[in-house]
């Protein structure tokens, strides 16, 4: 059965409620949407801007990630240039601290460590493990096999920095950290072997196509380990400005 009159709704209908009928929002076209659901909809619409907005914010940019990689890679370079200067004095038997004295003081306060460094004590055994070290960096700075690459140097960084702890500071353990989430994200997806190699493949060629080359989805990575890298970067800077707010800090004396 078809009305023969025409649905008023509005704020017009309002004239022609009784009392007890349920209240009823503004009409979309000829639906009458309940003030209830569209105080719902409304909700799940400022909840998605956050969401999105969240997501823009906590996003990294996978090229970004790339160059974190190159820095890295540079870094760790840097790093085995500089402590292959000193490796007989610091990492070797013959130096300032033999393996019997640091395995007693590891055993004392962290029995759980486990170094590659700590099964020889010869310059020989040293200056192959600083190779692999050397080599697996320039692996990490072109981009190949970047997960296995990431791992094998965050073993080996840690191993090195096992073997003499009177050594270190606050650096190599944010090189240690940043290692050990660099696995976990996509650091050779963009100007590394891996990411040539891919691209090749008719595979991903479709998959671009398909999602836009230059697409926001594409060029960013919204995931835990990302939120958690942002995280320690921001622990850093927290960290070092509380540590440095004491009145010591605040004594001429201090400069």
């Not at 009392?19 to 400022?46: C, M, V, W, Y």
């Not at 070092?240 to 010591?248: C, I």
Request: charged share 20%; aromatic share 14%.
């Amino acid at each position: 059965f078809v009305a023969p009159f025409p649905t008023i709704t509005g704020t017009n209908s309002k004239m022609f409620r009784r009392k007890g009928d349920k209240d009823f929002g503004e009409a979309e076209g000829s639906a009458i949407i309940p003030t209830n659901q569209r105080k719902n909809n409304l909700s799940t619409a400022h909840f998605t801007k956050f969401q999105r907005t969240f997501r823009e914010i906590f996003s990294l940019d996978l090229r970004s990630l790339a160059l974190m990689r190159i820095f890295l890679a540079l870094t760790i370079i840097q790093d085995v240039i500089d402590r292959a200067s000193d490796l007989p004095a610091h990492y070797t038997d013959d130096g300032l601290m033999p393996r019997s004295l640091l395995i007693k003081i590891t055993t004392e306060y962290n029995p759980s460590s486990f170094s590659l460094h700590l099964m020889s004590g010869s310059f020989w055994w040293m200056f192959v493990l600083f190779l692999f070290t050397f080599i697996g960096a320039i692996i990490l700075l072109i981009g190949y096999r970047t997960r296995i690459t990431i791992f094998t140097l965050w073993l080996l960084i840690s191993s090195l920095q096992i073997r003499n702890t009177s050594i270190l500071h606050s650096g190599d353990d944010l090189l240690r950290i940043i290692l050990f989430f660099s696995f976990f994200l996509p650091l050779g997806k963009f100007f590394s072997v891996d990411a040539y190699l891919k691209g090749c493949s008719n595979d991903e060629k479709t998959s671009r196509k398909r999602r836009g080359k230059d697409s926001f989805e594409s060029l960013t990575l919204f995931s835990f380990c990302a939120f958690a890298l942002l995280v320690q970067i921001l622990l850093v800077y927290a960290t070092a400005y509380f540590h440095k707010t004491g009145p010591e800090w605040r004594k001429v004396s201090v400069l």
